[in-house]
């Protein structure tokens, strides 16, 4: 009996351990798929622009709001503890380097994940169960080209510029807590970020962004071509399109952050 | 089976498992062209799944199904799109895009192919608008218009690219009695004009009686019985009359 109980968790194991294969696989292959109907023309640039308006544009306020109360935490915080050194001087870097490299590609994706990579995967989920996109594959039109591959370019093209939104707003706050909160001048503060933020750290926070935009879209259009039954399906896919794309960007963060220069 | 010597469409010994459930079991069908077939069964029964199979939407587990001389199961890519664009399909909700206005939803299909000049495309779309009596809703969203509405601009996108075959998916679902016979006469006046072939799945007994020229019965994953209304109707087999009559059989749930 004990046999068998050992050869069944042994089996479930492989099972398990080739269940999550599979699914990597399927994901691996749905991008794959995706990025070869990228290269075949036509291109439907009007999908795309208005995906890009919706992952860009309408994230934008949550990205202001965000990012300014991010900049203005690192400043606060920032020259609480440089000025126990003394070297409050380089608040302004402090601030500048941490959102440029981390937390403006990394909160911008996190904060656009929660707005529109829910929503795209609902959004798709919902056209998968009422059969829009089986219509589109009967009509000829694969939804590959009409549905995911404008939605993975907008999200490429969406969030290096929301990230750099991020990054300026969170500047900003961060010069109105230590400028004109704790009396730093300005020049000290805009001097020190020109000093030492170079452009190998804007590169950074640009290759960071754009891998984040693919995770949220390509999660998102996955999940939602994916989707189970009904309203619960759709429920549960806009779910596992947030904690996955979320996950997948903090573990690529630290990833890309230690591979890019 | 009579069947004419070169039928639209033949479904052989197809076969279909889902997890440990079989929904077909060999099902073997002729639609001729310009037939209006009409495939009925129970709930469930793999009505939906069989339409599936000749969209290419689903693969089989065993069996074909030959289009134009083309076996669908095994198309891919191309190949399979070109049959496709002989095709018109009628979604079971109609499956028109939320984001698009009726009449772009009708555009859309025509637009995309590129087949016909840029000038042609609004009049056509109007047209085929106008043909299923919506010419003045163009403008509203599927979600502002009725449900009876949606399978009527449904039918006319299925239309306007002049498909030679056309599938509806249960088109009457949900609609008062009223509604499913002017869907009906709709379905059977452009089946006049346009004489494509057609195949519907649907549920509405007795009503389909009046406009199918052929019925076929699908029954425990297979077609059980196939004929002319009349013969239908008056089939002494017992599986046949439980369903048309809508009896209750013993171990049913």
């Given at each position: 009996m004990s046999g068998s109980l050992v050869l069944d968790s042994i089996q479930g194991l492989g099972r398990y351990g080739l269940d999550t294969l599979s699914a990597l696989g399927r994901f691996g292959v749905f991008l794959a798929e995706a990025l070869r109907w990228a290269a075949v023309?036509?291109?439907k640039a009007r999908q795309a622009l208005q995906r890009v308006w919706f992952v860009g544009l309408r994230s934008m306020s949550v990205i202001l709001l965000t990012g300014a109360f991010t900049g203005m935490v690192l400043g606060l915080q920032g020259i609480l503890m440089l000025q126990r050194v003394g070297s409050e001087a380089f608040v302004g870097p402090l601030v500048a380097i941490a959102l440029v490299r981390e937390l403006g590609p990394v909160l911008a994706a996190l904060m656009v994940t929660g707005r529109a990579g829910s929503a795209l995967a609902a959004e798709i989920g919902v056209m998968r169960i009422t059969e829009q996109i089986d219509a589109l594959t009967v009509m000829a039109l694969n939804p590959m080209r009409y549905l995911v591959v404008p939605t993975l370019v907008a999200g490429v093209v969406a969030l290096p510029l929301l990230a750099w939104v991020f990054d300026v707003v969170g500047i900003y706050g961060g010069y109105l807590v230590?400028?004109?909160?704790?009396?730093?001048?300005s020049g000290t503060y805009f001097g020190q970020i020109r000093a030492f933020l170079d452009t190998g750290d804007i590169w950074v926070g640009f290759w960071k962004a754009l891998v984040f935009g693919l995770i949220i879209t390509w999660v998102a259009c996955y999940k939602g071509f994916h989707v189970g039954h009904g309203a619960e399906g759709v429920g549960r896919a806009t779910t596992e399109a947030v904690v996955l794309a979320s996950v997948l960007i903090l573990v690529l963060d630290y990833v890309l952050g230690s591979v890019l220069p | 089976m009579t069947g004419t010597p070169a039928p639209a469409i033949r479904v052989e010994a197809l076969r279909k498992r889902f997890g440990s459930q079989e929904v077909l079991r060999g099902v073997d069908l002729e639609i001729a062209p310009s037939e209006l077939m009409v495939v009925i069964g129970r709930s469930g029964g793999g009505k939906s799944v069989l339409l599936r199979h000749l969209l290419g939407l689903v693969r089989p587990d065993a069996g074909r199904v030959i289009i134009d001389g083309q076996d669908v199961t095994t198309l891919h890519g191309q190949a399979l799109d070109r049959i496709r664009e002989r095709f018109g399909v009628v979604f079971q909700g109609g499956a028109?895009?939320?984001?698009?206005t009726v009449l772009e939803n009708i555009l859309f299909p025509i637009r995309e192919r590129r087949r016909l000049p840029a000038a042609d495309l609004l009049p056509r779309a109007q047209e085929a608008l106008a043909q299923v009596?919506?010419?003045?809703?163009?403008?509203?969203?599927?979600?502002?218009?009725s449900g009876g509405m949606r399978k009527r601009v449904a039918i006319a996108r299925a239309l306007v690219t002049e498909p030679q075959v056309v599938f509806l998916d249960?088109?009457?679902?949900?609609?008062?009695p009223i509604l499913v016979n002017s869907i009906h006469h709709l379905v059977v006046g452009l089946h006049r004009k346009f004489g494509f072939t057609a195949v519907m799945v649907s549920h509405e007994i007795p009503e389909i009686f009046q406009i199918a020229h052929r019925v076929a019965v699908l029954h425990e994953g297979r077609i059980h019985a196939v004929g002319t209304p009349e013969e239908i109707q008056g089939s002494s087999d017992p599986a046949v009359r439980r369903f048309i009559h809508g009896e209750v059989e013993e171990q049913a749930v």
């Open positions: 023309p036509p291109f230590t400028v004109k909160l704790f009396g730093m001048s | 028109l895009f939320d984001s698009l009596g919506l010419g003045e809703m163009g403008h509203k969203y599927p979600a502002e218009i249960e088109p009457t679902t949900g609609l008062d």
